[in-house]
């Protein structure tokens, strides 16, 4: 259990210690700093502990958020620290030698931890009170101020994310934000609401595959129901600061497993009435993935970066200062609210043959605004890339041995704008030839060997380019694209469901990259990505199968699928090994960017 250590003369009347009890904390009392210090010295190393001013007035919700939120070493707020393990060496350090000084106990032991070099989380409270009066007056004037504030009201507003689609907006939080709090009080978790819209999903996509008028209804209420979940278990996360590192994996990519499990689903269920749209559905995937993957690879290239003083950027700016078109813009790019509400009334109403050409339209539509508009951002502004966007953006392009190779040649060499150009150019010969080639044809292999030979080269320097942020990207669409265009040539069946497992089991990777980046551990070991061979690696091999197995097609589903397991199997077990483990970091995803 958690303790805290209350400093000062106890204050007659005062509910603090109950209020700290009902957060789950131990009270001990100390009178005094030296009191204090004791008192830390007993509480073990490994377990949270909390200094608080026995004279604090504030709201309960205020000292939540300082003392429970686990994803920070170190918080605060006035009068009121709390410190996880990592932190504690420098708090018991500040605890043997405070200082003196005006200001509360705590507040001077923060500044002290904050000036020994741990960074300490300040949490914005807005209308919350949180203050330790120093006379009679001062302390009425504070508790008529918590009085005068729901906290209750703060807290369910700010469960829900201050930015978000028009459509979870206006016909989702005003309701899923009391879901959340239902969840709470009856002790459920973020994870395993989650997990419910995970099932719901499935079973959603279950419905889909009958292929009948009932089942694709029932499919379209169940996935709205879905969603439904799946802002809840955010907005749980906020109410209860319920941050954990399992919530984290689980968040992050059960929402790509449910969208694709609903588009395999519908595939399925048109087969079921003749009509084949496995095609449609691995486009509609490669093309959501290979956006999201360009919206992943903007921003880690500008993570870091000086600010961005394009007139395109200024554009945007005063754009967003006109209420309306905030929204406009929301809407148009189709981000997952309003995706998800189109597909449920598609699937509901017409076939899933209309579904999927209503999704790559506006799904293109969208693709095509936001990276034009970044397009511009980048080629307008004036900005240095630094070397972790470099390493990141290098990370995103999962090269494999074949590209690594003139990287080892060669050897590092200085910024070249020709690199995303070089990317280009290899791309768009791979999938050309591809396109324009019968099946089985042996030179797509020597126009795979080039591929590899272009991509190397492209990562082959530091991609701190305009436009390098593009070659993860273009990478992503070029494996994609072409594995896509194999199974449709070889014109058997089961080819393009194989080719859907298998692309699905690399964007799962893929995914699995980018959120182990956002949340500051750094890509997935490099053995991984040369154990399934890297983007050009898995291209190659994918057409030697082709051309191998042109005179027996039927024997290239079974190899795709093959690929498909050992890619899975591979990226599950240490996807699973890396998120349960406790390096893991202590985040709540916030929706995809797009």
């Known amino acids: 259990m958690p303790t805290v250590i209350l400093t000062g003369l106890p204050v007659p009347g005062s509910p603090l210690a109950d209020e700290l009890r009902s957060l789950g904390f131990e009270v001990r009392p100390a009178a005094g700093p030296q009191d204090a210090a004791a008192a830390l010295a007993a509480v073990p190393a490994d377990q949270r502990v909390a200094v608080v001013d026995s004279a604090f007035v504030g709201h309960v919700h205020a000292l939540r958020l300082a003392l429970t939120d686990p994803r920070f070493d170190a918080c605060a707020v006035t009068g009121a620290l709390a410190v996880q393990p990592g932190a504690r060496e420098a708090l018991d350090k500040a605890a043997a030698a405070p200082g003196d ?20 989380q300040r949490p914005e409270l807005g209308t919350l009170v949180a203050a330790v009066p120093a006379t009679s007056a001062d302390r009425d004037a504070a508790v008529a101020a918590v009085a005068a504030v729901d906290d209750e009201a703060v807290r369910l507003r700010t469960a829900v994310k201050s930015r978000d689609g028009f459509f ?30 995970l099932i719901t999903a499935l079973i959603a996509a279950g419905c889909a595959a009958t292929g009948e008028r009932w089942g ?21 996360a906020r109410y209860s600061l319920q941050y954990s590192t399992m919530g984290a994996w689980l968040d992050a990519t059960f929402d790509r497993a449910k969208e694709y499990a609903f588009y395999a689903g519908l595939a399925l269920g048109a087969a079921r009435n003749g009509d084949d749209v496995w095609a449609l559905a691995l486009g509609a995937m490669i093309l959501m993935t290979c956006r999201h993957v360009v919206d992943f690879s903007f921003n880690e290239a500008n993570h870091d970066a000086t600010a961005n003083t394009s007139p395109t950027a200024a554009l945007s700016d005063r754009l967003d200062s006109v209420g309306w078109t905030v929204w406009v813009r929301r809407m148009i790019i189709l981000p997952i609210g309003e995706r998800w509400a189109m597909i449920a009334v598609l699937t509901a109403f017409t076939t899933p043959r209309i579904v999927f050409y209503a999704l790559l339209i506006g799904c293109a539509f969208g693709a095509l605004y936001t990276t034009a508009g970044r397009v511009l951002r980048s080629l307008t502004r004036k900005a240095t890339r630094t070397d972790r966007a470099a390493q990141a953006l290098y990370d995103l392009t999962d090269s494999g041995p074949l590209a690594e190779f003139p990287r080892r040649l060669l050897g590092a060499r200085g910024p ?134 042109a005179t027996r097609a039927t024997d290239f589903p079974v190899a795709l699928t093959a690929m498909a397991v050992f890619v899975a199997l591979v990226v599950l077990v240490e996807s699973i090994r890396f998120w349960v483990s406790s390096g893991a970091p202590a985040v709540h995803d916030e929706g995809e960017p797009a």
């Open 416 to 549: 070249a704008a020709s690199s995303v150009w070089i990317a280009a150019f290899g791309a768009v010969a791979l999938i050309g030839f591809a396109l324009s080639r019968p099946y089985g044809d042996p030179a797509l292999i020597a126009v795979a060997v080039l591929y590899a030979v272009a991509a190397g080269e492209a990562v082959s320097r530091p991609l701190k380019g305009a436009l390098d942020w593009l070659i993860p990207p273009l990478f992503r669409a070029a494996e994609y694209v072409t594995v896509l265009v194999l199974a449709a040539k070889a014109d058997v069946p089961g080819a393009l469901p194989a080719a859907f497992g298998l692309i699905a089991a690399v964007a799962y990777h893929h995914y699995d990259t980018v959120y182990r980046i956002r949340g500051g551990t750094g890509a997935p070991p490099h053995w991984l990505v040369r154990t399934i061979g890297g983007h050009e690696g898995r291209v190659l091999l994918t057409t030697v199968l082709a051309a191998v197995l």
């Open 168 to 197: 979870t907006t206006f016909c989702i939080s005003p309701y899923s934000r009391y879901i959340a709090r239902w969840c709470a009080r009856r002790g459920l978790t973020p994870n395993q609401v989650t997990t419910a819209s």
């Open 216 to 236: 694709y209804v029932a499919a379209g209420v169940l996935l709205l129901f879905s969603f439904v979940l799946d802002c809840t278990d955010g907005q749980l």
């Open 101 to 120: 000084g005006p200001d509360p106990y705590a507040d001077r032991l923060a500044a002290a931890v904050e000036a020994a070099g741990t960074a300490v």
